[in-house]
Nanobody, 124 residues
């Protein structure tokens, strides 16, 4: 079992920044791919970024490329998402997830453990 807890969400003005963190407990996630997804009201959950187990490769959705940076610290069992130049369209609940079956994936169904989510609201 893997337990994931996101933190760092909040209200920020357009153009601002936030840093989300995901802490894992239970089974270590250092050998697994991690991902961030988000879901806005009335919309389907969408892929944001995936990071390989070593952190050596990351894959970003086009909508966040150049603005978001994902990193991981396997010694601390954490994954971080640095979000800059935030836009109102970035408003959503952000979820971290881990995949024990895929080296990396942009598909939600490849991830078998999920956190409870943290709200990010971008508004003036």
């Amino acid at each position: 079992q893997v337990h994931l807890v996101e933190s760092g969400g909040g209200l920020v003005q357009p153009g601002g920044s936030l840093r989300l963190s995901c802490a894992a407990s239970g089974r270590t996630v250092s050998m697994y791919a991690m991902g961030w997804f988000r879901q806005a009201p009335g919309k389907e959950r969408e892929f944001v970024v995936a990071i390989t187990w070593s952190g050596g490769r990351t894959y970003y959705a086009d909508s966040v490329k150049g603005r978001f940076t994902c990193s991981r610290d396997n010694a601390k069992n954490t994954v971080n998402l640095e979000m800059n130049s935030l836009k109102p369209d970035d408003t959503a609940v952000y979820y971290c997830a881990t995949s024990t079956v895929s080296a990396y994936s942009t598909r939600a169904y490849d991830y078998d453990y999920w956190g409870q989510g943290t709200q990010v609201t971008v508004s003036s």
